[in-house]
């Protein structure tokens, strides 16, 4: 192999290199079982253990927050996915819950069963929305950091006529 054929075929492999991403976290603990959980340029949360485990109601619990992540990682997912594919939706809206159990001694998350309703434009949308939806857990970060069993059950319709955007949730 040449010099030439050498230095193209690590230039091809450079290529394909993917890029890594680092984030950063702070917790400081307060009192008791709660903290403020924080990062760089963002608002603080107060954080704790949920009231099974001891803690005060009203704060924000890691297992709520790991499910929240799994939750928003799909829709973030779906939406990039979406956005490449063109596909125009007015809705998205996603119930999820996470099942923490006692496995083998210690408590672990066993599963998370996220729910989206998903609100497509057109039929056109509905049916390209249907092609992409079994993409969407394989390729999102935080389901493929986990070791739950991830369930990604998305119902999809099309706007009713002069349907544009919902009102957000918690809205009468």
């Given at each position: 192999m040449s010099a030439s054929e050498t230095y193209r075929e690590v230039r091809m492999q450079s290529k394909r290199r993917h890029k890594?991403?680092?984030?950063t976290n702070s917790v400081v603990w307060n009192r008791n079982r709660?903290?403020?959980s924080s990062t760089l340029g963002?608002?603080?949360m107060d954080v704790g253990s949920p009231p099974e485990f001891k803690g005060e109601a009203g704060?924000?619990?890691p297992e709520e927050l790991l499910v929240s992540a799994v939750n928003a990682c799909l829709m973030l997912t779906f939406v990039s996915f979406a956005q490449s594919k063109g596909i125009e939706f007015?809705?998205?809206e996603s119930p999820a819950e996470g099942l923490l159990e006692n496995v083998?001694?210690?408590f672990?998350?066993?599963e998370v069963k996220v729910e989206p309703s998903v609100v497509l434009k057109s039929e056109a949308d509905l049916e390209a929305a249907r092609a992409i939806m079994p993409e969407v857990e394989p390729n999102c970060f935080i389901s493929n950091s986990i070791t739950a069993k991830v369930s990604f059950a998305p119902r999809l319709r099309v706007a009713s006529a002069g349907q544009t955007r919902p009102a957000p949730a918690?809205?009468?």
């Open positions: 890594s991403f680092t984030y709660r903290g403020k963002k608002p603080g704060v924000w619990s007015v809705a998205y083998d001694g210690k672990r998350f066993t918690g809205d009468a």
